[in-house]
């Protein structure tokens, strides 16, 4: 990666335009052409420097429902429990943590109704039992990094 | 299973978009051809879903590691309940804090009910960080806990069917 690249992935998590030619736009303020910023941002989602560009859904504002679930798991099914996990859809990310609760997902779905009932459904495939940890207030929320 | 109030072409359009914006010049009138519907009237949602809130932003999602932010760290806090109301907006608001949160606590494994996600280039900044949040907190924090994230498993966003 890198300076322009890197300018790149600051403009574009700043908010994308909806224009005819958004990456023309995006271009102009960077100062390259159409071609090279969509050749560039091909490179970053290729090598993972992106997990993903597009549109970012607020499932509470979609009244879905969203949550924070942990699980304790023994080191030595850790990654049977998490191909598992990963396995449900409505899993939307999972992190391993440094904790005796060691996984921590969140599940999103579009039913909310689907959130426990996605819960009951990880328990009984890894007999393992997950805490449910919902949002109760958000204080912030800002995915802006500096690259 | 279909979100209550979504209009159903914004549905679709939502879905044919949540993996990823087609990468040519132009995108929306590439998604509008896939759907069958004019690119103005694509643009028109989206700028409506983006009014609404249903779409936070269009952009890129960047993964942590590889942007060279190698320590980041859940810091959950035992704060109490009848002050969270005033700090927690003051912790979501350091600059370093990407996101924040109450969450109900589980006693006993889990007594924490403040979560401020932080992200640093190396440890001891990500350190430094909760020390702030500490000091912020002062005596209204019973105890905190710093849980370092050492592999993303998955990472793809809500999946609409």
């Known amino acids: 990666m890198d300076d322009i690249d890197r300018r790149l992935v600051n403009a574009l998590q700043g908010g994308f335009p909806i224009a005819e030619r958004p990456f023309a736009e995006v271009g102009a303020m960077l100062g390259l052409d159409e071609q090279e910023v969509i050749a560039r941002l091909q490179t970053l989602l290729d090598d993972r420097t992106l997990s993903r560009f597009g549109p970012m859904i607020d499932v509470d504002r979609l009244g879905g429902g969203l949550t924070l679930a942990a699980m304790a798991v023994p080191d030595e099914r850790f990654d049977e429990v998490a191909d598992i996990v990963n396995g449900f859809d409505e899993v939307a990310h999972n992190y391993q943590r440094t904790h005796a609760l060691n996984m921590w997902f969140v599940i999103a779905t579009e039913d909310p109704a689907e959130v426990e009932r996605t819960i009951r459904r990880i328990e009984r495939a890894t007999g393992l039992e997950v805490l449910n940890l919902p949002k109760l207030e958000e204080y912030f929320l800002e995915l802006k990094l500096s690259a | ?161």
């Open chain 2, 1 to 161: 299973m279909t979100a209550p109030g979504l209009d159903p072409v914004d549905r679709r359009l939502l879905a044919a978009s949540q993996g990823g914006l087609p990468l040519c010049p132009q995108p929306y009138h590439d998604l509008a051809g896939r759907l069958g519907l004019a690119p103005e009237d694509v643009m028109a949602r989206f700028r409506r879903l983006l009014a609404s809130g249903v779409i936070r932003r269009i952009g890129a999602v960047p993964n942590h590691y590889a942007l060279g932010w190698r320590a980041n760290g859940m810091s959950v806090w035992d704060v109490d309940d009848r002050r969270i109301g005033d700090l927690g907006p003051k912790v979501g608001a350091l600059a370093f804090v990407t996101h924040c949160y109450r969450r109900p606590r589980r006693p006993p494994l889990w007594p924490y009910n403040l979560f401020a996600m932080v992200h640093g280039r190396t440890r001891a900044e990500v350190d430094r960080q909760v020390l702030e949040i500490a000091r912020l907190l002062g005596d209204a924090s019973r105890a905190h806990d710093v849980l370092l994230s050492t592999r993303i498993l998955k990472k793809t966003g809500l999946r609409l069917t």
